[in-house]
T-cell receptor, first 115, second 111 residues
Framework: GAGVSQSPSNKVTEKGKDVELRCDPI?????LYWYRQRLGQGLEFLIY????????KSGLPSDRFSAERTGESVSTLTIQRTQQEDSAVYLC?????????????FGPGTRLTVL | RKEVEQDPGPFNVPEGATVAFNCTYS??????FFWYRQDCRKEPKLLMS???SGNEDGRFTAQLNRASQYISLLIRDSKLSDSATYLC????????????FGKGTRLHILP
């Protein structure tokens, strides 16, 4: 069956531009997560959705970052006025629901490079 | 103290050897634990959940020590294909469930 997909797979942008990253979770998965992983570093939690709601936005690094989810499906992570420190792989994951022992399935990530 | 801590490694281990690494967590209320595996430039994938009584999956054994607040992963008869980064994941249930990934332990299996 289809897994989590993300687009684009690679994005190169100039400092100051806005970017939109898309995540298509596994159908029927109500929980969706966004993480950031800088080169050689661990996963940094950004935000999660339960349905279309985002109860925990504590991980968003600044107000330049926002995310939305519609139809309990697709999610978009938007970064405004990108900075070089935003360069990283942005990973999306989904799980059946948010709770114990629910495996997170990860997409392949979007590699963002800000010049 | 960090919420989830792992020795970053790398652990360089000859093929066929046994290797173990730990992950410590700071919140005693944490209740679910997992090991994920991440290959170079790939996404993380679930390796195994960690149950209170400890569990085994083939060459892999996971254990939980609540008193000392750590989980462990032991790999027996290591294979070259075991080379990867192993991420510890801790879930703390509450009003807002919190899922925290450790930064990972890098493992290199040497031929």
């Amino acid at each position: 069956g289809a897994g989590v997909s993300q687009s684009p797979s690679n994005k190169v942008t100039e400092k100051g531009k806005d970017v939109e990253l898309r995540c298509d979770p596994i159908s029927g998965h109500t929980a969706l997560y966004w993480y950031r992983q800088r080169l050689g570093q661990g996963l940094e939690f950004l935000i999660y959705f339960q349905g279309n709601s985002a109860p925990d936005k504590s991980g968003l690094p600044s107000d330049r970052f926002s995310a939305e989810r519609t139809g309990e499906s697709v999610s978009t992570l938007t970064i405004q006025r990108t900075q070089q420190e935003d360069s990283a792989v942005y990973l999306c994951a989904s799980s059946l629901t948010r709770g114990t022992y629910n495996e997170q399935f990860f997409g392949p990530g979007t590699r963002l490079t800000v010049l | 103290r960090k919420e989830v801590e792992q020795d970053p490694g790398p652990f360089n281990v000859p093929e066929g050897a046994t290797v173990a690494f730990n992950c410590t967590y700071s919140n005693s209320a944490s209740q679910s634990f997992f090991w994920y595996r991440q290959d170079c430039r790939k996404e993380p994938k679930l390796l195994m959940s960690v149950y209170s009584s400890g569990n085994e999956d083939g060459r892999f054994t996971a254990q939980l020590n609540r008193a000392s607040q750590y989980i462990s992963l032991l790999i027996r008869d290591s294979k070259l294909s075991d080379s990867a980064t192993y991420l510890c994941v801790v879930l703390t249930a509450g009003r807002d469930d919190k899922i925290i990934f450790g930064k990972g332990t890098r493992l290199h299996i040497l031929p």
